[in-house]
T-cell receptor
Framework: QKEVEQNSGPLSVPEGAIASLNCTYS??????FFWYRQYSGKSPELIMF????GDKEDGRFTAQLNKASQYVSLLIRDSQPSDSATYLCAVFNDYKLSFGAGTTVTVRA | GAVVSQHPSWVICKSGTSVKIECRSLDFQATTMFWYRQFPKQSLMLMAT?????????EQGVEKDKFLINHASLTLSTLTVTSAHPEDSSFYIC??????????????FGPGTRLTVL
């Protein structure tokens, strides 16, 4: 069983729509959760981190965490063509990050 | 967030040669740095955790004699790929872990080094 699983893509959304990305993790003791964005050929850049159950909003991005369900999600509101990228979910435990396989998002103009 | 640099950004070498990649933490002293490898269309895989002043901790399946890591100062870690072969061609990325409580456990990544072994 993979430690971090993401919904398979690619995900195509029209400009202005909401993109919804999901991630589940296997280690119930995990405490820190991250979403990174990675453009093709580039390294990952941090979008958000979330530590507590509930929602966390930052601009057009909202992360949601449910530790009981071992589930973390990312919503991108008012999607823009510049949001087209691969989104990586990462979970921190045992002093290191474990990454999901990523979900590629394409925003259609 | 932290600012991390890597050098070189890309390198092409012949099979059998060694390649050194540098990772620098530019705005704080990093006692711990991480090295990842990413193959095309795949996610990041942690290779090793680099600890200043001590030996690196390698992940299972990563050959420590092939991927030499040196963390000689609080701002510099190096990864040397020894006797590189075409299957070592990959995107190598380092990261540093934030020292602040506001973004605890957060890792910030360098721009990566693309290695091509001919």
């Amino acid at each position: 069983q993979k430690e971090v699983e993401q919904n398979s893509g690619p995900l195509s959304v029209p400009e202005g729509a909401i993109a919804s990305l999901n991630c589940t993790y296997s280690d119930r003791g995990s405490q820190s959760f991250f979403w990174y964005r990675q453009y093709s050929g580039k390294s990952p850049e941090l979008i958000m981190f979330i530590y507590s159950n509930g929602d966390k909003e930052d601009g057009r991005f909202t992360a949601q965490l449910n530790k009981a369900s071992q589930y973390v999600s990312l919503l991108i509101r008012d999607s823009q063509p510049s949001d087209s990228a691969t989104y990586l979910c990462a979970v921190f435990n045992d002093y290191k990050l474990s990454f999901g396989a990523g979900t590629t998002v394409t925003v259609r103009a | 967030g932290a600012v991390v640099s890597q050098h070189p950004s890309w390198v092409i070498c012949k099979s059998g040669t060694s390649v050194k990649i540098e990772c620098r933490s530019l705005d704080f002293q990093a006692t711990t740095m991480f090295w990842y490898r990413q193959f095309p269309k795949q996610s990041l895989m942690l290779m090793a955790t680099s600890n200043e002043g001590s030996k690196a901790t390698y992940e299972q399946g990563v050959e420590k004699d092939k991927f030499l890591i040196n963390h000689a100062s609080l701002t510099l870690s190096t990864l040397t790929v020894t006797s590189a072969h075409p299957e070592d061609s990959s995107f190598y990325i380092c990261s540093v872990q934030s020292p602040t409580s506001e973004d605890l456990d957060t890792q910030y990544f360098g721009p990566g080094t693309r290695l091509t072994v001919l």
